[in-house]
């Protein structure tokens, strides 16, 4: 079975903090995909990385940081100097290859940014 | 650049009433997924089609149906509501490529509030 956790139910940072959101996940496929989406106030799902599981080169993206580590099962994300505009749920997700693609997402983390 | 759009964005109905979401997928995607977000909760698989035909099901209720048209749009028809099935319905689209579907665009969703 495949499952996606996210432990921190969660968090709140003052602005200009560092704060790092844990995702883990579990499959048997050797073969996975695995995401970030984050869903703001108003509730649209907005896609932010996609990470094969054969590629566990770290990635960074302005005041974000993606770090995958296969022996851990684990898919963080980072965000560096936060902004009361990243507050907002963030769901991590997990897409296996035996399926026909759809995502299996984490329970969330809310992380709130205060100024 | 064209997102998935998604009409309606609100919808309130009555219990025992029918519902009919509309999907409209990024341009030359192919892959049209369907997911329901209950109140505080991630995002749930219901189903998803490629090239107009039924790909996967999760945990869609028998009183759901859904089809992907000609020029690749969703419908997802909800007959006999009930107060449960009040949540955020997500359409998200990719474009499959050998087989693997590629990363899925999320469109605002419909909110459905049944009384």
New interface residues.
């Given amino acids: 079975a495949q499952k996606v956790t996210q432990a921190q139910t969660e968090i709140s940072v003052v602005e200009k903090e560092d704060v790092t959101l844990d995702c883990v996940y579990e499959t048997r496929d050797t073969t996975y995909y695995l995401f970030w989406y984050k869903q703001p106030p108003s509730g649209e799902l907005v896609f932010l990385i996609r990470r094969n599981s054969f590629d566990e080169q770290n990635e960074i993206s302005g005041r974000y940081s993606w770090n995958f580590q296969k022996s851990t099962s684990s898919f963080n994300f980072t965000i560096t100097a936060s902004q009361v505009v990243d507050s907002a749920v963030y769901f991590c997700a997990l897409r296996g290859s035996s399926n026909t693609g759809k995502l299996i997402f984490g329970q969330g983390t809310t992380l709130q940014v205060k100024p | 650049a064209a997102g998935v759009i998604q009409s309606p964005r609100h919808l309130i109905k009555e219990k025992r009433e029918t519902a009919t979401l509309k999907c409209y997928p990024i341009p030359r995607h192919d892959?049209v997924?369907w997911?329901q977000q209950g109140p505080g909760?991630?995002?749930?698989?219901l189903i998803?089609f490629?090239e107009k035909m039924q790909?996967?099901k999760?945990s869609i209720p028998d009183r759901f149906s859904a089809q992907q048209f000609s020029d690749y749009h969703s419908e997802l028809n909800m007959s006999s509501l009930e107060l449960g099935d009040s949540a955020?319905y997500?359409c998200?689209s990719?474009l499959?490529r050998l087989a693997v579907?590629e990363?899925?665009?999320?469109?605002?969703?419909t909110?459905l509030l049944v009384l």
Avoid at chain 2, 41 to 45: I, L
Avoid at chain 2, 103 to 109: A, K, N
Wanted: proline residues 7%; without cysteine.
């Fill in positions: 892959t997924y997911y909760q991630d995002p749930q698989f998803s490629y790909s996967d999760g955020l997500f998200a990719s499959t579907q990363t899925q665009y999320f469109g605002p969703g909110r």
